[in-house]
């Protein structure tokens, strides 16, 4: 199933359904030029006022989400190219407001959103302030200054600074999200180096003295045929060793944990902008029961298949992590669930992922239960104590 979201302030669009709702959220705020249109209605303008009037309208909001709505996308415009349009709006409202009077002054609010939401940060304040002064000096001439500005000024000056504001939320929100990528790609690189350094000081030694131990067997032939045998027995010896160090170290390195599974599943929701609420130490009861390596394993790999679904496929804004013992009839067991308000059947129980976790689940005598609607519920039980 293809995963949907909704298309946040500062996120492009990936689809014609994401941009037909950016543009549906842009063009709310249009309904304030509700007085310039009241005024082509109400006949109070001549024809060539009206074609005036609504080819003026059409040209300055047209412009308006041009300007907007691909400043938000990944086509944007060149700065100059945002100035010389930004100025074009401005020219525009003058136009109409000097031609057709005093209702046309809404239009410099959203000049001064435009400057805002699109200008970089010192030309936006300059055009804000403009769209003001112009905003009072075209009041002026009409004769009312209070009437006509008053209402408009707080909107224009508030408006156009609100935007600038959130330029630089969205800003300082994509700088995070890149310093998380380049933090986390650091951690990959250091654990890379870190199982480099293992494994050259558990080979090392070994595979020197197997290259020692094997000139030395070599000189030995033909010569002293017994001795030569017993240096490659000690270099088989050597070797199973070697092979045995490096399988569990390998296994060292893929055995997840509890500890280390919960905060990942408090880092990978947060990253997805879910609220999590998942314990952040292991319970005492988890840390008092007879639990082995291998269920420890199970576990935890359970949970990591949990969140990845949540992340992944539910759509969800919420997840719960809980861990508890419970008693059943089959005995003493500990028990993990993994609950989200998301769309519930996104994560069904025939994904491939589900479906090796059961398989781990039954090598370890766990069980594993799934609940869809609302949201979605994993359940996963593993035994301990006599019931393992």
């Known amino acids: 199933m293809k995963e949907e979201r909704a298309v946040g302030i500062g996120r492009v669009p990936e689809n014609r359904r994401e941009a037909a709702r950016k543009m549906l959220w842009i063009g709310i705020w249009l309904v304030f030029l509700g007085t310039p249109l009241n005024a082509l209605l109400d006949g109070r303008y001549s024809a060539a006022e009206q074609v005036l009037g609504w080819a003026g309208l059409v040209v300055f909001v047209g412009t308006y989400l041009v300007m907007v709505f691909r400043h938000t996308s990944r086509s944007r415009h060149p700065e100059y190219v945002s100035s010389a349009l930004a100025a074009a709006l401005g020219v525009i409202a003058v136009g ?83 310093a998380r990528a380049t933090v986390a790609q650091l951690a990959a690189n250091e654990e890379r180096l870190r199982m480099a350094r293992d494994l050259h000081d558990l080979l090392g030694h070994s ?119 419970r008693q059943t009839l089959d005995g003493r067991s500990l028990e993990l669930v993994v609950r989200d308000n998301g769309r519930g059947a996104a994560a069904g129980p025939h994904g491939n992922g589900l479906i090796g976790l059961a398989e781990r689940l039954a090598k370890a005598g766990g069980t594993l239960d799934t609940q869809a609607g609302p949201g979605f519920t994993l359940t996963v039980r593993v035994p301990i104590g006599s019931g393992a």
Request: glycine share 10%; hydrophobic share 50%.
């Open 96 to 178: 109409l407001n000097l031609a057709l009077g005093s209702p046309w002054l809404v239009l410099f609010v959203y000049v001064a959103v435009n400057c805002g939401a699109v200008l970089p940060l010192r030309r936006a304040s300059w055009g804000i302030l403009g769209s003001t002064v112009l905003l009072c000096l075209l009041a002026v001439r009409s004769g009312d200054l209070e009437q006509q500005a008053g209402p408009l000024l707080i909107p224009t000056l508030l408006g156009g600074f609100a935007m600038t504001g959130v330029r630089q939320l969205i800003r300082t929100t994509v700088e995070l999200k890149e």
């Open 207 to 325: 595979l020197s003295l197997i290259t020692l131990k094997s000139e030395l067997a070599g000189r030995m032939l033909p010569d002293h045929p017994g001795q030569a045998a017993a240096q490659v027995a000690d270099i088989e010896q050597v070797s199973r060793q070697a092979l045995t160090d490096v399988r569990e170290a390998v296994t060292g390195y893929r055995r997840p944990t509890l500890p280390g599974e919960l905060a990942g599943a408090r880092t990978a929701l947060s990253a997805a902008g879910i609220v999590a609420d998942v314990p952040v130490d292991v319970p005492a009861d988890f840390e008092g029961a007879d639990l082995d390596e291998e269920r420890e394993a199970v576990l935890a790999w359970a949970l990591r298949e949990g969140i990845t679904n949540v992340v992944r496929h539910s759509g969800a804004r919420h997840c719960t992590v809980a861990l508890g013992a």
